[in-house]
């Protein structure tokens, strides 16, 4: 059996969360390849040692005064160095940390030293073998993730080792510069870790007990889903649901590795589940809620326009013109709505609706901003009759006005656009109807 960890953030940001990741890891030898992110938040308003990265790493390459900043970061790690009473100083990497930042290594390089740090700190407390990223995870020319070569060689590397503590969120580019995934990235070094291992389960440690729900911020109290599927997971996480980064599913999802999201603060919890497929029946008829600000609907009418060949064709044509891609389509017989993200609408909108105009001749063109869309997700729905509707009237009793509707062809999922003000609203009634009122 093996099982591959990953601790985010807030589970390694101080020697006391390393205490706890320690015996969490010890406690079953399964545990054999842990992968770190750098040291979160202790606090709310504590800044994660990434940000302090990026912040210094900006100063120093235009000249600025950095000295100040990278003490801080230091500071950050001999507090958990001597928390743990390790003996191991990390001054030499600070040492050439330092020439590089001056020698303007890159962005990418200065956040990736957070979580290359922590791996140095973590394999010497657990006294598991190091290995840094750079030697094990490759990325292309163009900078995606090239699992081609990484897979054999990481493979064959840990082939040889019992235990081991590999860096999140960095790999190397073929010219041997560091690039780092997206923020949250730590999510998707730990899945394709337990895929070249072949792992049995791929155990994702934060500071919640689980997918929950409905994201805490809206819903404090919100239950935990206990079994999600992939598809489901990835609707919610596309959808701002951000307990793991959306990449890191594709990973171990080729080959069937379950991923249990668990809690570093209560490690008894039983997380959730994240499976192919599964028997279990989900226990309300939605498995989760997600939401989403910033959108902008662009309404199109036109008198029969359901009969028009090439209608929607020439509408998506002059998004597309402009390098605006559309999130949701949802229309009737005279209209059709384009939901796009508004930030990246606004910078062309004037374009867009002009060769609209000139390319269909529409009766008129309505635009909507600051809609949020919520994402009502749930393999349950589609052997459930009646959930759209009891959707609209929890909407409507709670006076949510609702925008637009479009429900995905798989029945996974609802999409229901709504007033950015009365977001929070939403949320709360559709958790309140489906998961309190429980009928
Ligand atoms: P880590 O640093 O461990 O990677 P993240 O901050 O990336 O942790 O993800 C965990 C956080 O995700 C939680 O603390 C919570 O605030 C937020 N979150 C948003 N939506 C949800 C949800 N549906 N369920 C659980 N947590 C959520
Ligand atoms: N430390 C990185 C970040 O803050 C990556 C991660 O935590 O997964 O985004
Ligand atoms: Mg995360």
């Not at 497929?277 to 662009?298: L, M, N, Q, R, V």
Request: glycine share 8%; net charge negative.
């Amino acid at each position: 059996m093996i099982k591959v960890v990953k601790f985010g953030g807030s589970s390694l940001a101080s020697a006391e969360q390393f205490k706890k990741v320690g015996d969490i890891i010890k406690a079953d030898p399964a545990r054999k390849y842990a992968v770190p992110s750098a040291p979160g938040k202790r606090y709310s308003a504590d800044t994660k040692v990434t940000d302090m990265l990026y912040k210094c790493y900006s100063v120093a390459s235009k000249g600025g005064e950095y000295k100040p900043l990278l003490d801080e970061i230091k500071a950050r790690y001999n507090e958990i160095i001597q928390g743990l009473g390790l003996d191991l100083s990390l001054d030499k990497e600070f040492a050439t940390i330092e020439t590089s930042f001056v020698g303007r290594a890159g962005r990418d390089y200065a956040a990736s030293r957070g979580e290359y740090l922590n791996g140095i700190v973590l394999a010497n407390y657990l006294g598991y073998e190091f290995i840094d990223a750079a030697e094990v995870i490759y990325f292309d020319d163009n900078g995606n993730f090239d699992l081609d070569t990484t897979e054999p060689l990481l493979k064959e590397k840990l082939s040889n080792i019992e235990h081991a503590v590999i860096p999140g969120f960095y790999g190397s580019m073929p010219n041997d510069t560091i690039k780092t995934f997206s923020r949250g990235g730590s999510d998707i070094t730990g899945s394709i870790v337990a895929r070249a291992v072949d792992a049995d389960l791929y155990e994702n440690w934060t500071d919640v007990s689980g997918f929950l729900i409905a994201d805490p911020r809206v819903i404090p109290d919100s239950k935990v889903i206990t079994t999600i599927t992939y598809k489901e997971l990835r609707e919610l996480s596309y959808m701002g649901a951000s307990v793991l980064h959306e990449d890191a599913i594709f990973p171990v999802r080729a080959k069937g590795i379950p991923i249990n999201i668990k809690n570093t603060n209560a490690p008894e919890d039983p997380g959730t589940l994240i499976v192919e497929s599964t028997s279990i029946k989900p226990e309300y008829t939605i498995t989760g809620i997600a939401g989403k600000k910033g959108f902008a609907t662009i309404t199109i009418e036109k008198a029969m326009m359901n009969s028009e060949v090439g209608f929607g064709r020439k509408v998506l044509e002059e998004f597309e013109k402009y390098g605006v891609t559309f999130e949701h389509m949802p229309s009737g017989i005279d209209t059709m709505t384009v939901v796009v993200n508004q930030e990246n609408f606004a910078k062309k909108e004037q374009e867009i609706l002009a060769g609209i105009h000139r390319n269909t001749h529409p009766d008129s063109i309505d635009i909507e901003t600051d809609i949020a869309l919520l994402a009502i997700v749930g393999r349950g729905m589609k052997s459930t009759r009646g959930t759209a509707g009891r959707i609209f009237s929890a909407l409507a009793h709670k006076h949510v006005n609702v925008k637009m509707i479009d429900q995905g062809s798989s029945e996974l999922n609802i999409i229901v656009g709504v007033e950015e003000a009365e977001f929070k609203d939403a949320i709360e009634a559709i958790y309140d109807i489906f998961v309190n009122t429980q009928i």
